[in-house]
């Protein structure tokens, strides 16, 4: 199983602060994917990203694909409170029964 | 909208009960999986489902087990309670293997 590191594990910024959490792994990723986590609800898929490079935009998130597809990054730009939850990044796997890995998750928070 | 339920929002059980855990997902989706969330450990995957009556373990199906006699329906068994199974359980589904991963909100279970 593939190893997913995500930092930084807790965040707390005010409003309107910009901030980039990063997702790496020892080995290269078939697909990468972000999923938001707002508190008391289940993870809701943000974007998947498949090609090395890739720069996907939703919003004031920017999600990144290193070239080597071993990393990738999210930035959000002038962060809002409703922009608090957990971002967990995913593996999903090419080929075979999907079997998803995900990373223990960066906790963001941000203050009003 | 694809809807995941989840049967309860949080169950108290003690140790040594047969706990059973629903979930329903109203799109016919092929695929259906069980997660529990620990802080610190992320989302670890503890059964999938690929087909009615076809089920694969995940990454920690010790002290589980799980039942889809329907398409729509995945039960996730705990044969005897332990207080390290407490934990938050997510169940999600998916339409195919392309396809992202649509979760419920949870069921919070407290082992005593």
């Known amino acids: 199983t593939q190893l997913l590191e995500q930092s930084p594990q807790f965040l707390s910024i005010q409003e309107g602060e910009n901030l980039t959490v990063y997702c790496n792994s020892s080995?290269?990723?078939?697909?990468l994917q972000w999923y938001r986590q707002e508190p008391g609800e289940g993870p809701v898929l943000l974007v998947t990203?498949?090609?090395?490079?890739e720069v996907k935009k939703l919003k004031r998130l920017t999600f990144q694909f290193g070239d080597a597809r071993k990393d990738s990054s999210l930035h959000i730009t002038a962060a809002q409170p409703g922009d608090t939850g957990l971002y967990l990044c995913?593996?999903?796997?090419?080929?075979?029964?999907?079997?998803?890995?995900f990373g223990i998750g960066t906790k963001l928070q941000v203050i009003p | 909208d694809v809807k995941v339920t989840q049967s309860s929002r949080y169950l108290v059980k003690r140790t040594g009960e047969k706990v059973f855990l629903e979930c329903v997902q109203d799109m016919d989706h092929e695929n259906m999986f069980w997660y529990r969330q620990d802080p610190g450990l992320g989302l670890r995957l503890i059964y999938f489902s690929y087909d009615v009556k076809m089920k694969e373990k995940g990454d920690i199906p010790e002290g589980y087990s799980v039942s889809r006699e329907k398409k729509e329906r995945f039960s996730l068994i705990l044969e005897s309670a332990s207080t390290n199974q407490t934990s938050m359980y997510l169940c999600a589904s998916s339409l195919n293997l392309d396809s992202p991963l649509h979760f419920g909100n949870g069921t919070r279970l407290t082992v005593t």
């Open positions: 080995s290269v990723f078939s697909s």
């Open positions: 990203v498949v090609t090395g490079g």
């Open positions: 995913a593996e999903k796997p090419s080929g075979g029964y999907q079997k998803v890995t």
